[in-house]
């Protein structure tokens, strides 16, 4: 049984009622923020590797066309002059400035949280995430949406969910038959199905068929709505009246159709059907690559697949691929996310570029770039578009480049990424880079405190030493903390909080400083100096999992003056007089 919620009448406001009324609500903590970043390929998984093909699943897998559909625009195009100018050729590498002007952008779609589902609708994009509210880790009060749209892929709007959308995570989004249709579950509660004909005016339906796990997941392939939870399977050809089918996936992963056959892929055997309804599952033989993996127990299991795409008359997943879903054949070294205009496209991330190639030809690498200031920020890094999280949703965002180019004056294929016309001049690079212009920043040394160069102003023979602190709150006490050299932004680059000192170490030590004081240590192995002790201090602030209460060599107190106090001499010199909380002299802070 299912009941109906209405929501049309929400979406004739403004939508800002709820958000101005309790701006405290917003977002101070989310578990959704921290996810890897990997490749801007695919169309309906959203920003990140586990993507599936094509631009928007109402395009994906029927007979392997990429016509018009449902009123969505076809797949762009790829000429070779366009093609040419992305490929990177050697002695040239992936991660060096764009100087054809060809390389392909990643537009930094609005997240809430984690990796947005992307598809392509006849009305523009529209991209779904959510975040969980409350103060920490420890204290979820609820779960929030966000449901954008942009009719050029750059500049996004927010589409208000209406008092109906509140305490709602909603996590799959998908179109198809006129259709759309979004999956998740309310805050403490029952799973949701929500349908809609315009991506405005929602109605929301219970998933009676859901079981204890509630769908997350939909996609649409050929002429029906998939739903997937945990171990759970249903389909629908409108979006509102489900069945409810067997399977033996336990995690979905994708799905396509071709050469009269359905697809699904997870964390489980292929899934074929023939009609959409009775399935059959044909395990892969585990002598292919990517087929089986071995659990810590010995047993073995088939390999997740995330990735279902048809086209030239084969399905193809990660380095397999199949003409009827049933018998596959290896293809070591490709595993496509996309087809275009006849090339594959795929496998591969930000940090490696892309890899393209024709059915039996050559593999070529593409560049790609994230011409952002966020791109290069430690807090950006591992995230595209991701909004704050200790503030309101915005109702606008506008992602767009210096050039003013736009999904609608140039080619946008997967989740999202912009292909410039030949000819496009290249955007001012600026990246802090290297003098080999290679990135100074990276992931592995996103600050600059963790760079040792011979010279720091003219950034020659720069290394990475991961195990340097990245700021002085980094040491066990602050006084440790001593750079050999200052980096200097030039002209056209960021201005970056990030880019300052470099060759940063607590090596250093402070003659006016106590002994021992602030030094780490264990309460079950006590080697302070007396009259110093091991004791506990105040736990730091964490957004993430609650840290453990740090051990130090202190002293007990109940009164800053009797915690001790110097001179400080070296890195944030000056007097020092140590506070004194919850009866311990706490370590010395630099403000």
Not at 28 to 42: E, K, N
Not at 180 to 204: C, I, P, Y
Request: hydrophobic content about 35%; aromatic content about 8%; overall charge negative.
């Amino acid at each position: 049984m299912s009941r109906a919620v209405v929501a049309s009448e929400a979406f004739e406001r403004s939508g800002n009622e709820g958000r101005a009324a309790a701006p405290d609500r917003y977002g101070r903590w989310s578990t959704l923020a921290g996810f890897a970043l990997g490749l801007v390929v695919g169309g309906c998984g959203g920003q990140s590797e586990a993507i599936d093909a094509g631009q928007g699943n109402a395009n994906v897998g029927i007979d392997g066309a990429t016509g018009e559909a449902d009123g969505v625009p076809s797949a762009p195009t790829l000429s070779d002059e366009q093609l040419a100018a992305a490929v990177v050729t050697p002695p040239d590498t992936f991660d060096r400035p764009d100087t054809s002007g060809g390389a392909w952008r990643v537009i930094e779609v609005p997240a809430a949280g984690g990796s947005p589902n992307i598809v392509r609708t006849p009305s523009g994009w529209m991209a779904l995430s959510s975040r969980f509210l409350g103060p920490d880790a420890k204290v979820i009060t609820g779960v929030e949406s966000a449901l954008y749209r942009s009719r050029d892929g750059v500049h996004w709007q927010l589409l208000p969910l209406g008092p109906a959308g509140e305490d709602v995570q909603l996590e799959g989004l998908a179109y198809g038959a006129g259709r759309h249709v979004m999956v998740g579950q309310r805050f403490g509660g029952e799973g949701v199905v929500w349908t809609s004909s315009d991506g405005e005016r929602w109605t929301e339906s219970l998933q009676s068929l859901s079981g204890p796990f509630a769908w997350n997941t939909v996609t649409f392939v050929r002429d029906r709505f998939f739903a997937f939870g945990f171990g759970q399977l249903a389909s629908s050809e409108t979006g509102e009246a489900w069945t409810a089918l067997p399977t033996s996936i336990v995690q979905y992963g994708a799905g396509a159709y071709g050469n009269g056959r359905y697809l699904l892929l997870g964390n489980g055997p292929p899934q074929v059907s023939a009609d959409g309804y009775a399935w059959a599952e044909h395990p892969l033989d585990c002598s292919l690559p990517r087929a089986c993996i071995t659990n810590p127990s010995g047993g073995v299991a088939q390999t997740a697949h995330h990735v279902a795409l048809f086209a030239e008359g084969r399905f193809f997943t990660e380095e397999l691929s199949s003409l009827d879903g049933v018998t596959w054949e290896a293809q070591p070294g490709l595993s496509p996310r996309m087809y275009i205009d006849g090339h594959f496209v795929g496998h591969s991330s930000l940090s490696a570029g892309l890899a393209t190639w024709k059915l039996g030809g050559a593999i070529q690498t593409l560049r790609t770039i994230r011409p952002s200031r966020s791109a290069v920020t430690a807090a950006g890094r591992d995230q595209v578009g991701a909004l704050a999280h200790d503030a309101p949703l915005p109702e606008a965002v506008d992602a767009s480049f210096e050039d003013g180019l736009t999904c609608e004056t140039a080619d946008c294929v997967g989740g999202l990424l912009l292909v410039p016309p030949p000819g496009t001049p290249p955007l001012v690079d600026r990246e802090p880079r290297k003098a080999d212009g290679t990135p100074l920043l990276t992931r592995d040394c996103p600050v600059s405190s963790m760079l040792f160069c011979d010279d720091y102003v003219a950034r020659t023979g720069c290394v990475c030493r991961m195990a340097a602190p990245r700021s002085p709150d980094d040491c066990d006490d602050v006084s440790q903390y001593r750079c050999a050299g200052q980096f200097v932004t030039r002209p056209n680059e960021w201005q970056l909080d990030e880019l300052a000192q470099g060759g940063c170490s607590c090596d250093a030590t402070d003659p006016n400083e106590p002994p021992d004081i602030g030094r780490s240590c264990s309460a079950d192995a006590d080697t302070c100096q007396r009259p110093l002790e091991c004791l506990g201090i105040d736990t730091p602030p964490s957004r993430g999992k609650p840290s453990d209460q740090p051990f130090v060599c202190t002293a007990h107190c109940t009164a800053d003056a009797d915690c001790p106090s110097w001179v400080a001499t070296g890195f944030c010199s000056g007097p020092v007089q140590l506070r004194c909380s919850n009866g311990t002299c706490q370590p010395r802070a630099c403000d």
